[in-house]
């Protein structure tokens, strides 16, 4: 399959570190309620209770509904952020754009969540090859994004796309990641656009 991303595509306005760019931590939800109102209840209805769940590039709030999962595990990139969030049992600080691989065992989690992160993958292919390592056969993955990123850290690709042009990128990761099928979900709840993409291991 060709490369998704062009080194052209790969790149940011600010390339610098990214452990330095979030070095300091931002309490800030990066969406309107609207739209993060509507997440949580897409994650009620792609999960259940006692789940086992995996919060990539996650932050001081996952999101997810007022269930009682198993175990959920928060990545991310500030550990002050991660610390903060209630819902995660632990966490771990990487940067994906360096290492893709994941410290986590194969199998090992029903659902993945990536919410408003997406933008930032250098290498995504590679990345969502491992959510998809992580996930349970049936597992499901749900990436979702709006119109709002960091410009100087959101890569080229990304900056130089429309919203429908975006989802269809995800898609494209997700077929390069080894995922059977996905399904997109857009909506405007509020002033932020909607849009999730939801992936499947098996058909």
Same mark, same amino acid.
């Not at 709006?146 to 080229?156: V, Y």
């Not at 989802?167 to 059977?180: D, N, S």
């Given at each position: 399959?060709?490369?998704?991303? &062009?080194?052209?595509?790969?790149? !940011?306005? +600010?390339? @610098?570190? #990214? ?14 309620? @609207?739209?993060?109102?509507? *997440? ?7 999960? !259940?209770? @006692? #789940?086992?769940?995996? +919060? ?7 999101? *997810?509904?007022?269930? +009682? ?20 049992? !632990? ?9 893709? &691989? ?13 919410? *408003? ?8 292919? +590679?990345?969502? !090859? ?13 990436? &979702? ?59």
């Amino acid at each position: 399959m060709p490369a998704i991303l &062009s080194d052209r595509d790969r790149q !940011e306005l +600010d390339d @610098g570190d #990214d452990r330095a760019f979030y070095g300091s931590p931002r309490f800030v939800t990066h969406a309107d309620d @609207g739209f993060l109102d509507r *997440l949580t209840d897409l994650y009620a209805e792609l999960s !259940e209770p @006692g #789940d086992r769940v995996f +919060d990539a590039m996650s932050s001081w709030v996952s999101f *997810l509904p007022a269930y +009682d999962y198993e175990h959920v595990v928060g990545h991310g990139l500030n550990e002050e952020e991660l610390a903060a969030n209630d819902r995660l049992d !632990e966490y771990f600080v990487q940067n994906f754009n360096h290492d893709q &691989s994941l410290p986590l065992a194969t199998d090992k989690f029903d659902v993945l969540c990536c919410a *408003l992160s997406v933008q930032y993958l250098q290498y995504p292919a +590679d990345a969502f !090859e491992e959510f998809g390592r992580v996930l349970a056969p049936d597992g499901t993955a749900v990436v &979702s994004f709006t119109n709002r990123m960091f410009p100087t850290k959101a890569i080229r690709g990304w900056r130089q796309r429309s919203m429908d042009e975006r989802a269809t990128l995800v898609e494209q990761y997700f077929e390069a990641g080894g995922f059977a099928e996905t399904t997109r979900v857009t909506d405007q709840p509020d002033t932020d656009p909607f849009y999730t993409v939801v992936g499947s291991r098996s058909e």
